[in-house]
């Protein structure tokens, strides 16, 4: 069953077009890796899909099960069980992270026509998260990700997905200079919330993440489009080959 259907998608960026025509589909339990040269649009297409304002689409659709996301405002997709973690996550000084949480899951608690839960309900599945991401229980009183490390962001991030039980979990690695405690916190958080149905996408730039979190496909974005797809061996060509050798396949085909 396709959970993310994207057909076509051109989008821009302040006049500049950098999605030409992607074309991606991630089936319900699968775990997709997208890869790619800087600049190709791997970002892009993470905030296109999460409705991110200044992003444009142009044409083409992206459907989440039913719905078209396209058409909804960046919460209801949230609410239609997309989840987004941010390379750089935002700072929200004076709202503490377990009210930004609860807030959170009991608007995706109200989507479905569930009751928000009670706070002490709620607070005791905060405090499960963090004991799972290895964060203390005191980080729910911080402000969102006030004064947060890279490697605490990173584990605030997983436990947001922990929390929010997402049907499609985007995970954008690219740039965020992760050290290998921080890679295993993503790639254990990912793996925990694997049960044949919840899918994920993870763009990376580290062939190492994935030796962790083994992904069913790997995708090369590359100048806007997915250019290659294959298995998770292809992550390993890349890695040891780059991706001039694809871009002169491609120049070849054409
Ligand atoms: P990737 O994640 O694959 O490295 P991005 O999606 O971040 O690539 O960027 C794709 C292209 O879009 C780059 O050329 C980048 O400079 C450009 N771009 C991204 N965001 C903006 C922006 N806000 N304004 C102008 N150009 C942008
Ligand atoms: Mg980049
Ligand atoms: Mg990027």
């Not at 991606?24 to 890869?35: D, F, P, Q, S, Y």
């Not at 040269?37 to 099960?65: M, Q």
């Not at 941010?86 to 009210?99: A, D, H, K, T």
């Not at 954008?172 to 994920?200: C, T």
């Amino acid at each position: 069953n396709a959970l993310l259907s994207v057909t076509d998608l051109h989008a821009s960026v302040e006049e500049k077009t950098i999605l030409k025509g992607l074309n991606l589909t991630v089936n319900e339990g699968e775990v997709h890796a997208i890869m790619g040269p800087n600049g190709a649009g791997k970002s892009t297409l993470g905030y296109v899909l999460s409705g991110r304002e200044g992003y444009e689409v142009n044409s083409g659709s992206a459907k989440l099960g039913e719905a078209d996301l396209l058409d909804l405002d960046p919460e209801e997709r949230a609410r239609e069980g997309l989840f987004l973690a941010f390379q750089y996550p935002v700072e929200i000084p004076g709202v503490s992270n377990l009210e930004f949480l609860k807030a959170a899951v009991d608007a995706q608690r109200e989507a479905r026509g569930e009751e928000p839960l009670s706070s002490k309900d709620f607070l005791k599945q905060a405090r499960e998260a963090c004991k799972q991401v290895n964060l203390p229980a005191d980080f729910l009183k911080r402000g969102v990700n006030e004064g947060f490390s890279g490697g605490e962001k990173k584990r605030n991030e997983i436990m947001q997905m922990l929390l929010l039980q997402p049907k499609l979990c985007i995970l954008d690695e690219s740039d965020s200079g992760l050290d290998i405690d921080a890679l295993q916190v993503v790639a254990e958080g990912v793996n925990s919330q694997r049960d044949g149905k919840r899918s994920f996408v993870v763009v990376t730039h580290y062939q190492r993440l994935l030796d962790f979190i083994k992904p069913d496909f790997v995708h090369v974005l590359a100048d806007g489009q997915i250019v290659k797809s294959g298995d998770a061996s292809l992550a390993l060509e890349l890695e040891a080959q780059g991706y001039a050798w694809l871009q002169e396949q491609r120049a070849r085909d054409a």
